[in-house]
């Protein structure tokens, strides 16, 4: 019969078998190993008892649990269970906690509810961190984690962080709260403008690091063009990559507002139903993102060439997961929207 609250009892190895160690045991092999032998948590068994005696223990902390108590490690596994899902795969326990990793072979999307978060957090003595929805989570990647504060929980904490889970899940017809939206491979036309790159007069930066940038989420540039600082010109290679049935338009090069920087207007004149042509990001404010006939259009500021994350890298992941950026897409990203070097 379970007590009513957690207990720690010094027993002798030989009657341990069966029963949870309650700390962490070392062992010492002078100049061969230093480390743990078993872990807090660890059921013991038959097998055990003579390691234990080489290590000279022959009585053991065990901890014996109160009735509707749980073990951290229970505990996080519980919770990492009752948040998972397809394309996620959780590690094992331990020290109370549970990372939850993406079991795709490629980048996704991460999909997080933060209200569901919030929630679950505001339990109290059990933790759930995450990364913000929206997160590139690379394969094999980690999106979130569960942890347990205190050696032994309350069931009842564990239970209604579940039963949460479970409640998000019938309105969302059975998605669970931590999801992975895989990237589609896309095709890309990629057109650099700019008289002194179509001249030959500087080499092109722009090129190596949009490709840098769009094969690391799993898609290619299959064909880049060069233009000159001319609307006509620059329209004229928009309608050719088009006709190429590419599945993304970028556009580089003359995107602020100097003017003879012609390419937010020549991508309107192309056709493109502008979403917008900026953002309250930094960097990346001058970035025009936009939709001819269905396929994106995005206009991208010279920052890309060089700073490590811009708006390009915020709004190209959802692209490539089949998102269709909104004008309130583009609002919502100057909370938090301020990257500084």
């Not at 902390?61 to 009752?82: F, K, S, V």
């Not at 933790?127 to 979130?144: F, I, K, S, Y």
């Amino acid at each position: 019969m379970k007590t009513t609250k957690t207990v720690l009892k010094e027993i002798p190895v030989q009657e341990a078998v069966g029963l949870r160690l309650a700390h962490d045991l070392t062992q010492i092999i002078p100049g061969q190993f230093k480390g743990r032998l078993f872990k807090k948590g660890h059921i013991v068994t038959e097998s055990d008892i003579p390691k234990l005696l080489d290590i000279g223990k022959e009585h053991i902390y065990i901890l014996e649990l109160g009735e509707r108590e749980l073990h951290e490690d229970d505990a996080a596994a519980r919770l990492a269970a009752a948040l998972g899902g397809d394309g996620l795969t959780a590690t094992e326990p331990h020290e109370g906690k549970v990372a939850i990793k993406s079991a795709l072979q490629s980048p996704a999307l991460a999909q997080i509810d933060a209200e569901l978060v919030h929630e679950i957090n505001a339990l109290g003595e059990i933790a759930l961190a995450t990364v913000r929805t929206n997160t590139v989570v690379q394969a094999g990647g980690q999106l979130a984690a569960t942890r347990v504060i205190p050696l032994v929980v309350p069931e009842a904490k564990v239970e209604q962080a579940e039963a949460a889970a479970a409640r998000y899940r019938e309105l969302h017809d059975g998605r669970g709260p931590l999801r992975l939206k895989p990237l589609r491979r896309h095709r890309i036309g990629l057109l650099t403008t700019g008289g002194e790159v179509f001249s030959g007069r500087i080499q092109d930066k722009f090129g190596p690091a949009v490709r840098r940038i769009v094969e690391s989420l799993g898609s290619e540039v299959a064909e880049q063009r060069f233009a000159p600082d001319d609307r006509q010109t620059i329209v004229k290679e928009i309608h050719y990559l088009l006709a190429q049935r590419y599945d993304m338009i970028l556009v580089t090069g003359g995107m602020s507002v100097d003017p003879d920087d012609r390419t937010p207007g020549a991508i309107q004149a192309a056709g493109a139903d502008i979403v917008s042509y900026g953002t309250p990001m930094l960097p990346g404010s001058m970035l025009l993102v936009g939709y001819i006939s269905g396929v994106p259009v995005m206009g991208l500021p010279g920052c890309v060439m060089h700073d490590p994350y811009t708006s390009f890298d915020v709004l190209l992941p959802r692209i490539l997961a089949g998102d269709t950026i909104t004008k309130a897409d583009i609002v919502h990203m100057g909370y938090g929207g301020l990257h500084v070097r």
